[in-house]
């Protein structure tokens, strides 16, 4: 491939059809697209998705404010039409869908979307139930006051940069003289190319507190810091459940907030015309769609997945919310609570990411540098602000001294004036005799006659005096930086007296009795407390959560764990796991998505178990892995999927998980997740395939490295055609052995430790040799020395699992080399599948 800027001579036309201008470049594939794809990226980064730290705005929203601000719809004017602004905001600034720019209009607006909306709205504009606004020619809209006074009040382009928009014919700010931090105040939510933010809303008096703490002390303590502003305060209020969460968005700049509705008691007149209890629901999560939160409880109720509640209605109007949960005769308002967090959007997940353009670069932020990052631009703003009013104040003294000195010697001045054969003569005279400059001079030849009258004598006196006061104070401001920090706190106080607000969210421990329930009115950070506490806080339950082969789980006694396989013809139990009802079973599907399942939603006391398919939703795909979590954070998940690509994912990615559930993994058109499970750093993985080799490795960082959600993962050992993977062994212990079982009936146990541990990536080890070329292996599970039995499950024609127990003293230890020995029970001619029960 030639350099850039070389002419192929294969490619250059003949002199007749050449073009007048212009010529072919070759450039390497690879290079355009790489060059092409970052210049894409970083213009979505900076140009559309991400926030600027200093006045908390994306590039439209800062557009749509500004062209309303020259369009002077100020909160004293009449309101516009939302077209008339929308069409501005197109032909001079926005080139991009009208669509586009009238939704962020729009939710500028929506009190339920924006803590402290910057626009006011009249007409439709949208409800809490997802209802969309009206159409952009039915709508108006106008600065509200907060928006107007606080990003606009200082704009000038001595204090802020202006540039040409997109053709050249307009000047635009790249960023308004904010004079409070919006990126707090209202949050944000934006996905970029490979990055995105979310950002929840905050609580302006409580923002400005920790703003002038920091101007106080710069080295404030976190813990003070956090005392004033303890939590994100969302404008649909709720209760924030407090956990590490919060802290850690501080102080990384991610965390997950759990957000629970708030709720209270009522007797209310059911169906039959009878007083029956009730939970009413009177505010949800923040960006929680009401109409389907409360259609969803619906549809879980009628699958049977909720129980206890006889009635749902939405009894909502202009005063407020208010949703009508009524409980069944034998139902209790905790345990059909207890299944609505679980199951239900009423407790919801805050995934925070604090991510902002910093400089034109994107950067994570913790509370303390986005408030910091604001107090440096604002303390850049007023200085550039002070600094122009210096100048103007002191070129106003200049003419206003040059016509006081006029007046004084009035008789000299209209001598001269009388005589002066021209304007230019007379000018260059008043410079000559008096020493005025040239200004003084044009300001004396322009002054009407009334201003040497004795009133407009002393008022030129007056603001004379006035004018050396407000540059004397100026020059104090901008040459002592303690004055200058003094006049940002006088307006931070100044504007939270103005446009502070009561919290709406209140803040409870996990060990609030409260849990969610409000009794009266209340704006503080504790909810009132009820006499009786209606929903006990549960003591955690040692338990034995199995899953069986038919896809059931059980929940049982410690003491009640039977040993597996007493009864072949029994469903088969493939895991079991010794654990509390305070932790949660994560279910990995093949799309590569995990959901949860409280340990304590699981019902008790069924013999054969309950259906998985009723503690998924109805989408879920075919599980085929599942682990208990304890929703600490520290711990590590290895994935391996059919294509033989392998990833760790950290467990702190999956904090923000719900019913809905979470993609775990990005996988091909043809790909699936075939495993996964929780892996520590010390330890071996085995992965076998279908022509017998196993690829023993490490699993420290070094082989497999830490990737996110929306990774693919890299390549764990490579497949030949045809091949398939049949089985992930983490080796637990040195001692540990492999038992396979090939498709024509053979078996054989192995040691791990003769497997060759090899590198992420090999073609590992041939673990058994095949007697017949046409034989594949069909299964391999873990052995512990010890072990007397195996199960095995055979899938023949489409029946159920025929299920058989193998003495393994019949199956004898042997090397890598060796083909393993004949079992007669498995007539496996007409096997479809085989899968081991240990």
Same mark, same amino acid.
């Given at each position: 491939?030639?350099?850039?800027?070389?002419?192929?001579?294969?490619?250059?036309?003949?002199?007749?059809?050449?073009?007048?201008?212009?010529?072919?470049?070759?450039?390497?594939?690879?290079?355009?697209?790489?060059?092409?794809?970052?210049?894409?990226?970083?213009?979505?980064?900076?140009?559309?998705?991400?926030?600027?730290?200093?006045?908390?705005?994306?590039?439209?929203?800062?557009?749509?404010?500004?062209?309303?601000?020259?369009?002077?719809?100020?909160?004293?004017?009449?309101?516009?039409?939302?077209?008339?602004?929308?069409?501005?905001?197109?032909?001079?600034?926005?080139?991009?869908?009208?669509?586009?720019?009238?939704?962020?209009?729009?939710?500028?607006?929506?009190?339920?979307?924006?803590?402290?909306?910057?626009?006011?709205?009249?007409?439709?504009?949208?409800?809490?139930?997802?209802?969309?606004?009206?159409?952009?020619?039915?709508?108006?809209?106008?600065?509200?006051?907060?928006?107007?006074?606080?990003?606009?009040?200082?704009?000038?382009?001595?204090?802020?940069?202006?540039?040409?928009?997109?053709?050249?014919?307009?000047?635009?700010?790249?960023?308004?003289?904010?004079?409070?931090?919006?990126?707090?105040?209202?949050?944000?939510?934006?996905?970029?190319?490979?990055?995105?933010?979310?950002?929840?809303?905050?609580?302006?008096?409580?923002?400005?507190?920790?703003?002038?703490?920091?101007?106080?002390?710069?080295?404030?303590?976190?813990?003070?810091?956090?005392?004033?502003?303890?939590?994100?305060?969302?404008?649909?209020?709720?209760?924030?459940?407090?956990?590490?969460?919060?802290?850690?968005?501080?102080?990384?700049?991610?965390?997950?907030?759990?957000?629970?509705?708030?709720?209270?008691?009522?007797?209310?007149?059911?169906?039959?015309?009878?007083?029956?209890?009730?939970?009413?629901?009177?505010?949800?999560?923040?960006?929680?769609?009401?109409?389907?939160?409360?259609?969803?409880?619906?549809?879980?109720?009628?699958?049977?997945?909720?129980?206890?509640?006889?009635?749902?209605?939405?009894?909502?109007?202009?005063?407020?919310?208010?949703?009508?949960?009524?409980?069944?005769?034998?139902?209790?308002?905790?345990?059909?609570?207890?299944?609505?967090?679980?199951?239900?959007?009423?407790?919801?997940?805050?995934?925070?990411?604090?991510?902002?353009?910093?400089?034109?670069?994107?950067?994570?932020?913790?509370?303390?540098?986005?408030?910091?990052?604001?107090?440096?631009?604002?303390?850049?703003?007023?200085?550039?602000?002070?600094?122009?009013?210096?100048?103007?104040?002191?070129?106003?003294?200049?003419?206003?001294?040059?016509?006081?000195?006029?007046?004084?010697?009035?008789?000299?001045?209209?001598?001269?004036?009388?005589?002066?054969?021209?304007?230019?003569?007379?000018?260059?005279?008043?410079?000559?005799?008096?020493?005025?400059?040239?200004?003084?001079?044009?300001?004396?030849?322009?002054?009407?006659?009334?201003?040497?009258?004795?009133?407009?004598?002393?008022?030129?006196?007056?603001?004379?005096?006035?004018? =050396?006061?407000?540059? %004397?104070?100026?020059?104090?401001?901008?040459? #002592? +930086? !303690?004055?200058? *920090?003094? &006049? @940002?706190? =006088?307006?931070?106080? %100044?504007?939270?007296?103005?446009?502070?607000? #009561? +919290? !709406?969210?209140? *803040?409870? &421990? @996990?060990?609030?009795?409260?849990?969610?329930?409000?009794?009266?009115?209340?704006?503080?950070?504790?909810?009132?407390?009820?006499?009786?506490?209606?929903?006990?806080?549960?003591?955690?339950?040692?338990?034995?959560?199995?899953?069986?082969?038919?896809?059931?789980?059980?929940?049982?006694?410690?003491?009640?764990?039977?040993?597996?396989?007493?009864?072949?013809?029994?469903?088969?139990?493939?895991?079991?796991?010794?654990?509390?009802?305070?932790?949660?079973?994560?279910?990995?599907?093949?799309?590569?998505?995990?959901?949860?399942?409280?340990?304590?939603?699981?019902?008790?006391?069924?013999?054969?178990?309950?259906?998985?398919?009723?503690?998924?939703?109805?989408?879920?795909?075919?599980?085929?892995?599942?682990?208990?979590?304890?929703?600490?954070?520290?711990?590590?998940?290895?994935?391996?999927?059919?294509?033989?690509?392998?990833?760790?994912?950290?467990?702190?990615?999956?904090?923000?998980?719900?019913?809905?559930?979470?993609?775990?993994?990005?996988?091909?058109?043809?790909?699936?997740?075939?495993?996964?499970?929780?892996?520590?750093?010390?330890?071996?993985?085995?992965?076998?395939?279908?022509?017998?080799?196993?690829?023993?490795?490490?699993?420290?960082?070094?082989?497999?490295?830490?990737?996110?959600?929306?990774?693919?993962?890299?390549?764990?050992?490579?497949?030949?055609?045809?091949?398939?993977?049949?089985?992930?062994?983490?080796?637990?212990?040195?001692?540990?052995?492999?038992?396979?079982?090939?498709?024509?009936?053979?078996?054989?146990?192995?040691?791990?430790?003769?497997?060759?541990?090899?590198?992420?990536?090999?073609?590992?080890?041939?673990?058994?040799?095949?007697?017949?070329?046409?034989?594949?292996?069909?299964?391999?599970?873990?052995?512990?020395?010890?072990?007397?039995?195996?199960?095995?499950?055979?899938?023949?024609?489409?029946?159920?699992?025929?299920?058989?127990?193998?003495?393994?003293?019949?199956?004898?230890?042997?090397?890598?080399?060796?083909?393993?020995?004949?079992?007669?029970?498995?007539?496996?001619?007409?096997?479809?599948?085989?899968?081991?029960?240990?």
């Amino acid at each position: 491939m030639a350099n850039r800027g070389e002419q192929l001579d294969f490619l250059t036309p003949p002199e007749s059809s050449k073009p007048s201008e212009g010529k072919v470049i070759s450039v390497a594939l690879h290079t355009e697209m790489q060059q092409s794809y970052l210049e894409y990226a970083m213009s979505v980064i900076v140009g559309r998705a991400l926030p600027d730290v200093r006045d908390g705005l994306k590039p439209v929203h800062r557009r749509i404010i500004f062209a309303m601000h020259e369009l002077g719809l100020v909160p004293e004017r009449p309101y516009r039409k939302s077209a008339r602004v929308v069409g501005d905001v197109l032909g001079k600034y926005h080139p991009h869908g009208d669509q586009s720019v009238y939704d962020a209009l729009v939710r500028l607006v929506q009190d339920f979307s924006s803590r402290y909306p910057l626009l006011a709205g009249h007409g439709n504009f949208g409800s809490v139930d997802n209802d969309p606004a009206a159409a952009m020619r039915y709508t108006e809209c106008r600065l509200s006051p907060i928006g107007n006074e606080v990003l606009l009040s200082d704009i000038n382009e001595a204090v802020i940069d202006f540039a040409p928009n997109f053709d050249g014919s307009q000047m635009e700010p790249t960023v308004l003289p904010a004079q409070l931090p919006m990126l707090l105040l209202n949050g944000a939510s934006g996905i970029a190319v490979g990055m995105a933010t979310n950002i929840p809303p905050h609580n302006l008096a409580e923002v400005v507190d920790g703003l002038i703490a920091l101007i106080d002390r710069p080295d404030l303590d976190d813990e003070k810091l956090f005392e004033l502003i303890p939590a994100p305060d969302f404008p649909t209020g709720g209760i924030i459940v407090e956990n590490t969460g919060i802290r850690d968005l501080y102080t990384t700049g991610r965390g997950s907030i759990t957000v629970r509705g708030v709720w209270t008691l009522e007797n209310v007149i059911g169906k039959n015309k009878r007083s029956r209890p009730a939970i009413i629901v009177t505010e949800l999560p923040f960006q929680v769609n009401k109409a389907a939160w409360i259609e969803k409880i619906a549809e879980l109720v009628n699958q049977g997945k909720i129980e206890g509640i006889d009635d749902l209605r939405d009894e909502s109007d202009r005063t407020g919310m208010r949703v009508v949960i009524e409980l069944k005769k034998d139902a209790t308002a905790d345990g059909v609570l207890e299944q609505l967090y679980r199951q239900t959007a009423l407790q919801s997940n805050f995934g925070g990411s604090m991510l902002a353009l910093c400089g034109s670069m994107p950067k994570q932020l913790t509370l303390r540098q986005l408030l910091q990052e604001f107090l440096t631009f604002r303390e850049e703003t007023l200085t550039k602000r002070y600094r122009h009013e210096l100048e103007e104040s002191q070129q106003r003294l200049h003419l206003v001294d040059g016509l006081v000195m006029a007046i004084a010697n009035l008789d000299a001045l209209i001598t001269l004036l009388r005589f002066a054969a021209s304007n230019a003569v007379a000018k260059a005279e008043l410079q000559t005799q008096f020493n005025f400059s040239v200004v003084q001079a044009e300001a004396i030849l322009s002054m009407p006659l009334r201003r040497i009258t004795a009133m407009e004598q002393s008022g030129l006196h007056a603001e004379m005096t006035e004018l =050396k006061t407000r540059i %004397s104070g100026f020059e104090l401001i901008l040459g #002592d +930086r !303690r004055e200058l *920090l003094k &006049t @940002i706190k =006088k307006d931070l106080r %100044s504007l939270k007296k103005k446009h502070g607000n #009561d +919290r !709406r969210t209140r *803040l409870v &421990t @996990i060990n609030d009795s409260t849990n969610g329930c409000i009794n009266g009115s209340s704006n503080g950070l504790t909810p009132q407390i009820p006499e009786q506490s209606p929903i006990p806080t549960e003591i955690p339950q040692e338990v034995l959560i199995q899953l069986t082969q038919k896809g059931y789980v059980k929940r049982l006694e410690p003491k009640s764990k039977s040993s597996k396989g007493a009864n072949p013809t029994d469903d088969i139990v493939i895991a079991d796991y010794a654990t509390s009802t305070d932790r949660d079973l994560i279910l990995l599907t093949n799309s590569g998505k995990a959901f949860p399942v409280a340990i304590a939603d699981i019902p008790k006391g069924k013999p054969k178990g309950t259906p998985l398919i009723r503690l998924l939703p109805e989408s879920a795909d075919p599980v085929v892995s599942s682990f208990v979590w304890d929703r600490q954070p520290e711990s590590s998940l290895v994935l391996v999927t059919t294509e033989a690509k392998i990833k760790r994912l950290s467990l702190a990615d999956l904090a923000g998980i719900s019913s809905r559930g979470l993609m775990t993994i990005k996988l091909g058109e043809q790909d699936r997740l075939f495993w996964g499970g929780i892996v520590p750093l010390d330890r071996q993985l085995a992965i076998a395939t279908s022509t017998g080799r196993i690829l023993r490795m490490n699993t420290d960082e070094e082989q497999i490295s830490t990737l996110g959600r929306s990774a693919m993962g890299t390549m764990a050992l490579r497949l030949r055609n045809s091949e398939t993977i049949v089985g992930v062994i983490p080796v637990t212990q040195p001692d540990l052995e492999l038992l396979m079982i090939t498709a024509q009936g053979y078996a054989k146990r192995l040691k791990v430790k003769d497997i060759r541990l090899s590198p992420r990536a090999g073609i590992g080890s041939q673990a058994i040799m095949f007697k017949n070329k046409q034989d594949t292996l069909t299964a391999i599970a873990a052995i512990l020395p010890n072990q007397a039995h195996i199960h095995l499950g055979i899938l023949k024609d489409e029946t159920q699992p025929k299920i058989i127990e193998i003495e393994l003293v019949r199956i004898p230890l042997e090397p890598c080399n060796s083909s393993g020995v004949k079992i007669p029970e498995l007539e496996l001619s007409s096997l479809q599948s085989l899968k081991i029960y240990s």
